[in-house]
């Protein structure tokens, strides 16, 4: 059943990938659909199982082979189902089973769709084997594969030089953070002498080393050097908003619902070593709240729908930094989770949008939507709601609780609640900006484009995503405000993944501080929404005129602060142009005319002594009696 | 008798082919060398892969006043590395076949000459022995290239054998010194690299010119040049870009591994030392070759030259693992070696198939060929992420060994190291992008029509393919067997030593008369 | 007197030998004609003679003279041999000018 779980998307790949030709949607999307069904029906068996046992003991680990054994370090292929894992587990396969049936009909048209489901199950297995593995290098393996797949997917269509471009770009800022990944590894195997995560869990030494160099913490800074790149943060986020190249429902599978948070991921499982590195996690909670913020910002002046909903994936993962730098880990995989549900209904829902506009993604040449597409519409709104963290729906309880734990926890700080207040005010500005251009005031859809609701495949990913969006809160209530709720519901989620968390003590805090921080919050956002309501909707154009008043903020904000172009200018230019300085200079000039010179010496004196030999018989003459009388010379010295 | 015949046997192949008439010579050629490799794989059966001592030994006097003996042995690291030589040559074979039209009998010849060559240089416990092969492998070679290559063939292959000639030459003088020395220190002149082993030779610390010294430089520039090791590189990319397919496949795929296994045979154990000395500079050599031939492959306009210098950046990784002297950085090597050998002859293998389509080989001029000839993109891109070592392909666990065992030594030089990773994915992606996505360049325009891989072509690939994968996700099968000998490297730094697996009717019957 | 005048001693006999060799190699090295370079030759070779035939005489060791034979019958031949070829050299480059054959300039 296991094998099940984990190669079903393996054998859709395969099975796909040879009839790459194919250009049957509807049957290569059954069968990747049903890969990934099959998965997600084994998925929930396990679930079972899980629930079954007692808390502590929630663990079944299936081993395949020996992997890589030299020396002492050992890999194995092997793999754990515990509450953690399983988690993702459901949200990988339900999610991308959702998002797999959505595909069908949006790559109705398509010239290859077997090779797009193909990849996309691929893509699948992949992160199912970076959340199943037992142990970092099974993660590694994973966790490159979702890259690889992610470059595939991202350059799709590749015949435009830009979207290849984006995918190159995407793998390669990738590879800068699996090679701290890398050195992650080297370092934990070094310092603890295994890989397996249950060992290393169990040796890490109870008291928190407080030094910067201590192997502990390098190891956490390595590995979030990889989660940087995975998961898109500062400075490495800069291939998210380029990878929207790739087909809308990849945005929402992968760079939205699973593979960007498989960083937030890595940490949750290797909470205890983060635990034991107090400045690893103070930088990562930096990290994640200045991520938050700047993205943000740069949201605030999209037009491309994508883009928009692009900087907010790279905002929202800065919370679940900001939440597991904090050490509010169940916060962080309580905000993946929902974040994986209306981040991906609000994906698949831009790529109804897309779809109807054939292909058009500017939203200034949208609006008016509504009355086109109401379903769509209305899915959008739940995860419009959600994402802004209107109370009770799931946004509100797990960014809410990120929040309060920024706050709280003893590894927290008031200057990282503010920034996340007010990158939250951010994200509700751009959020309903995004709603109110797309979806509601006056229509500037061009004549020869006629919008329409989509059908019903992908209709029917929305709605189960938008009821999800809705009610998954629930699952995450935090102890504060469940302590007056109705019924008192738990924080079931932070209690499944309990034991296997590390020791932190919290506290519960004094209720009035946290409903009181939640009120700042809240009315800010609400005022910030109400706001952008007005500019977009009640008086489109006030946006102009305010846009003039601060023009330098927003030419650096719309230009996306120019990191791209820095990065161009100052790492990726100086070094193309010294690599060439090397191929002319050092290889061509240098060590071969090194060489050269080397055998010109010989080559010269031999044209030295070929002045000698001049051909002339006399001459000839001339040196035997030469040499005779030397030689005469030296007998009668002697 | 078998070690003799797994060397010996394609020379007899030759000999037999060159007697065809010319048109039968390339299908026999190809039966015989596959059927050869079929019979190095009865090393398999023979070989102990438990111990480190050396097996199958066969030794007859040869040049007794000399020391000298036709000494053959195989252990844990040369045994991948034969099979790895039969393996490739039929590929080569194959892939060679449509693209050498003139004088074909000649080039089938040299060919199994040079596989006869490479596999004696592995098997050879003899230092002359060793060093005849070592050279013969030029003779053929010289010949691949500068008859059957490109425009610049003779420019090419005199450059290509003169730079290994010069430094091979002064290895032959190390190793006269070393026999000799046998002859002092051990009471009996032996040219056996066992006996070298032995030796115990004059070092003083600090000081750059004395004995092992000297000796340690000579035979690191021999192995260095052929590596090739940075700043020795510069004849690889002219050699490979005028090299006919077949002969950059071999070349790249065996070749270079000569030189890094003579590291390994000779350097790491005979100077330990001056090793332990030297280990940083060597380090870091192989650290800037990794950054550094990655860095000028990104800026290659030539698909084969580009591959060249990603060769030059991968063996700068096997030299580090070697240097990193710990069981994860010589596996790593080891492993590398052979993955090496396989994924950039395949790759090696794919450019010479677009090349004969279209008979260009710049980059700029392709574009879009994902779309005309999606066989052959599906498989340029398998061998790519095996080139760019991502994970379950052969290229992963190499380099993440190496990387693993250079950070064990030395932390900083494995950090540095794992750049390379990063940009060997930004030469590899690069190509690819321009090759096979974006817009039709000038040259897949020209020819719309361009058949896709036919079947022969993707049968030469596929056993490349299937390797990648299985080494990828096998690995142990590989480390496995090189996993005692080395450990007896690691473990016996300064006193290295293996010892002979010998039965006794063996002896007998092949008149071996010194005590070993 | 007339005695001291005619005593001619060994050195003489020398004197004479030594000039002869001296002219005869000038003449090798200098002549451009291979015809004159030959007769140089044989002049060197008679040069020799010379001093053989004295020490002979003077050391009354026959061994000289006969050497001095076979040195004029290898000399006899030797100038056969050489006009031979230089005949040849006529015949085929109409040239007899040793600085015309210098085509074993490196």
Known sequence: ?638 | MVLSLIVFLPMVYALFVAGLPEKAVKKATLGLSIIHFLFSLSLLQFFNPDTANLQMVERLTWMPELGVTYFLGIDGISFWLVLLTTFLTPIVIAGSWSSIVKQEKAFHISMLVLESAMIGSFLAFDSILFYIFFELSLIPMYFIVGIWGGENRIYATLKFFIYTMAGSLLMLAGIIYLIFQCDTQLGQISASVLDFYKLDLPFVSGRLLNPQNVLFFIFCLAFAIKVPMFPFHTWLPDAHVQAPTGGSMILAGVMLKMGTYGFLRFVLPVFPESVAEYTPLFMALGLVGIIYGALVAMVQVDMKKLVAYSSVSHMGYVILGLFAMNMMGLQGSLFQMLAHGISTGALFLLVGVIYERTHSREIAAYGALAKAIPIYAISFLIITFSSIAVPMTNGFVGEFLILFGTFQASPYVGSVAVLGVILGAAYMLWMVKKVFFGEEGAIVKKYPDMPDMNWRELATLAPLVIMVFWMGLFPGTFLRVSEKSLENLVKNKHNYNISVELKEDDSRSLGVNSEL | MLSNLFSIGIGHYLFVSGALFVMGMLGVLLRKNILVILMSIELMLNAVNVAFVTFAYYLNDVNGAVIVLFVIAIAATEAAVGLALVVLLYKNFKEVNIRFFEHLKG
Not at chain 1, 300 to 309: E, M
């Open chain 1, 1 to 638: 059943m296991f094998y099940v779980l984990l190669f079903a998307p393996l054998l859709g790949f395969l099975i796909n990938g040879f009839r790459f030709r194919s250009t049957n949607a509807k049957l290569a999307g059954t069968i990747a659909s049903g890969a990934i069904l099959l998965s997600f029906i084994s998925a929930l068996f396990y679930f079972g199982q899980l629930i079954k046992m007692p808390a502590e003991a929630r663990s079944l680990s299936f081993i395949l082979f020996d992997w890589i054994q030299v020396g002492d370090f050992s890999a194995q292929m092997g793999f754990t189902l515990d509450p953690l894992s399983m988690v993702m587990t459901l949200i990988i396969t339900g999610v991308g089973f959702l998002i797999h049936l959505f595909s069908v009909g949006y790559m109705d048209h398509d010239e290859r769709p077997a090779k797009y489901f193909a990849y996309l199950n691929f893509f699948v297995f992949n992160m199912l084997l970076l959340v199943l593995g037992n142990n970092l290098l099974v993660m590694f393996v994973g966790w490159e594969g979702v890259g690889l797949c992610s470059y595939l997917l991202i350059g799709f269509w590749f015949s435009d030089p830009e979207k290849a471009a984006a995918g190159m770009k995407a793998f390669i800022t990738n590879r800068i953070g699996d090679a701290g990944f890398l050195l992650g590894i080297f370092t934990i195997f070094l310092t603890f002498g295994t890989v397996t995560f249950t060992e290393i869990a169990s040796s890490v030494p109870a008291e928190p080393l407080t030094g910067w160099t201590s192997p502990i913490t390098l190891a956490c800074l390595f590995l979030f050097i990889g989660a940087m790149g995975k998961s898109a943060q500062i400075p490495l986020y800069v291939w998210l908003p380029d990878a929207m190249a790739g087909p809308t429902p990849v945005s929402a599978l992968i760079h939205a619902a699973t593979m960007v948070t498989a960083g937030v991921y890595m940490i949750i499982r290797m909470n205890v070593l983060f635990l034991a590195a107090p400045n690893a996690m103070m930088i990562v909670a930096i990290v994640g709240a200045l991520t938050a913020l700047m993205a943000a910002t740069i949201g605030l002046a999209q037009n491309d729908i994508k883009k928009v909903l692009a900087y907010s994936t790279v905002s929202q993962l800065g919370y679940m930094f900001l939440a597991v730098g904090v050490g509010a880990f169940g916060a962080g995989l309580a905000h993946l989770m929902t974040h994986a549900f209306f981040k991906a209904l609000m994906f698949l829902g831009s790529g109804s949008v897309i779809h109807a506009m054939h292909e058009e993604q500017d939203m200034r040449k949208m609006g008016g939507l509504k009355k086109y597409m109401p379903i769509t519409h209305a899915t959008f709104v739940c995860g419009w709601l959600a994402i802004i963290g209107f109370p009770f729906f799931s946004g509100f309880f797990s960014k809410d609780e990120i929040l309060w734990m920024s706050f709280h926890s003893p590894r927290g700080h008031w200057l990282l609640w503010v920034v996340g207040v007010i990158a939250a005010m951010f994200t509700a500005f751009y959020m309903t900006r995004l709603m109110a251009m797309t979806f509601w005031g006056k229509s500037r859809v061009p004549e020869s484009i006629h919008p329409h609701e989509s059908p019903v495949t992908m209709t029917i990913p929305l709605i189960v995503l938008g009821f999800l969006s809705v009610f998954a809160g629930w699952l995450c209530v935090p102890h504060g405000l469940g302590s007056v709720l109705p019924g008192h519901p738990h924080n079931f989620l932070d209690q499944w993944i309990h034991p296997l968390m590390g020791k932190l003590e919290m506290g519960h805090g004094s209720l009035g501080m946290e409903f009181g921080l939640m009120g700042v919050s809240l009315v800010l956002v609400f005022a910030s929404a109400f706001m952008a309501y007005r500019f977009y909707v009640v008086d489109p154009s006030l946006p102009q005129k305010a846009q003039a008043r601060v023009k330098g903020l927003y030419d650096l904000v719309a230009n996306k602060y120019w990191v791209d172009e820095g990065y161009f200018k100052f790492i990726i230019n100086p070094l193309v142009r010294l690599s060439r300085h090397l191929w002319a200079d050092v290889d061509v000039k240098l060590i071969d005319r090194a060489t050269y010179s080397i055998s010109d010496l010989f080559k010269n004196a031999g044209g030295g002594l070929r002045m000698v030999q001049s051909g002339n018989m006399q001459v000839y003459a001339l040196y035997i009696l030469i040499g005779v009388v030397v030689s005469l010379f030296f007998l009668m010295a002697r």
